[in-house]
């Protein structure tokens, strides 16, 4: 975990008005969330004891899978069109606003684009419903977008709003995940609270991290989310000239299957005796991910186990909705730590 220098910002005043969160230790503590995604976030904290008990996302699929596994209490639409009294009072909003504006991958406008600026409706939620804590979720890429000034724009948002923000850079590898997955963790914590939230030490080191093999044992076994997907010849001779591990820079430049210019994503191959690299949800064919053993591309349940996803946790949609559901999804692994140190903090106010 590298916690990074947050911009200063003097504290607010908590805002007058109605105040949600007022939860007794014998209830769990009540859960929000928006741009809920497959729901990977969710599943973390609802693991941790949390009460999820209302959940908002644009993505049709992403509500299907998520009703699947939690219940109808989704409202699939856009978050500018839910109205801040639509929403319950909670303890805690969590959310993943979209992340491809501040991608180190893609092209990134971040705050200055329409998706970027999505942002600001978390914003108007949180300050309308003054939950006790929030987290949100982001790409790495955030830190350094627009030349630094997107993280300080949001955290400034927030500070006005009344929170002390931090925020977080971690890698989900160090909290239990079995891939390697670096991002940001923005966490607020109420002014009038006057108690500082820290987020807990690692729990794994690289010399014991989950393993892909580890991750994915006995997965053949699993019946959800295990098609194989048909492959050109061309991509099976291509993957059997890269090793475990590797990725298209290993095809000799002399083979007829040599390829170039291309991001490390492409054929990349898993290791058995380490975390898979970060999984991501676009792109094409050559994207991915794929097995360290046999020469094909991932089952979107081995992509799940890579994020922690529990074998009885259905997606629903085709293998590319559902590929792009895991990708974009928080690893629940990887968050259920960092949830338990979430509620402990709550628990003691």
């Known amino acids: 975990m590298q916690a990074v220098e947050t911009p200063k910002i003097p504290k607010t005043k908590a805002l007058k008005g109605s105040v949600g969160g007022r939860s007794t230790k014998k209830t769990k503590p009540r859960v929000v969330s928006l741009f809920s995604g497959s729901g990977g976030m969710d599943l973390g904290f609802k693991k941790a004891g949390f ?24 409202v699939e639409g856009s978050i500018c069109d839910i109205k801040s009294q639509e929403v319950p009072d909670c303890d ?17 406008m971040g705050i200055k684009s329409e998706r970027g600026n999505l942002y600001r409706h978390f914003v108007r939620i949180v300050t309308d419903k003054r939950p006790k804590m ?13 030349k630094g000034k997107a993280v300080e724009q949001i955290v400034k948002d927030f500070a006005s709003a009344g929170y002390t ?4 850079k971690i890698n989900f590898a160090d909290y239990g995940a079995p891939q390697l997955r670096e991002r940001v963790l923005i966490v607020g914590t109420r002014d009038d ?27 053949e076994r699993v019946k959800y989310n295990n098609e194989h997907q048909n492959i050109a010849p061309s991509t099976v001779a291509k993957l059997r000239l890269i090793p475990p591990g590797g990725n298209f820079t290993d095809i ?38 794929y097995h360290y053993k046999d020469p094909r591309p ?31 999804s928080v690893p629940p692994a990887g968050i259920y730590p960092i ?8 628990a003691e106010l």
């Open 193 to 219: 609270l006057n108690k500082d939230f820290s987020l807990p030490n690692p729990t794994h080191t690289p010399e014991n991290y989950v393993s892909a093999k580890e991750a994915l044992k006995e997965v």
């Open 51 to 74: 009460d999820i008990l209302w959940a908002n996302d644009v993505d049709h699929w992403a509500c299907q899978t998520f009703k699947k596994n939690f219940g109808d209490h989704i």
């Open 298 to 328: 991932l089952t979107n349940r081995e992509r799940a186990r890579l994020f922690g996803y529990p074998d009885n946790f259905e997606f629903v949609g085709s293998i590319a909705e559902v590929r792009r559901q895991i990708g974009n």
């Open 252 to 289: 000799p430049k002399d083979s007829p299957h040599y390829v170039k210019g291309m991001i490390s994503h492409v054929y990349r191959r898993l290791h058995p005796n380490k975390p898979s690299t970060t999984i991501i949800a676009g792109g094409g064919g050559g994207t991915w991910g």
């Open 339 to 346: 949830a338990k140190a979430v509620k402990k903090y709550l």
């Open 134 to 146: 929030f987290v949100a979720e982001n790409v790495k890429g955030l830190i350094s977008a627009n």
């Open 165 to 168: 923000v931090s925020v977080n």
């Open 92 to 108: 805690i909003i969590l959310g993943g606003f979209p992340c491809q504006d501040f991608s180190m991958i893609w092209k990134r």
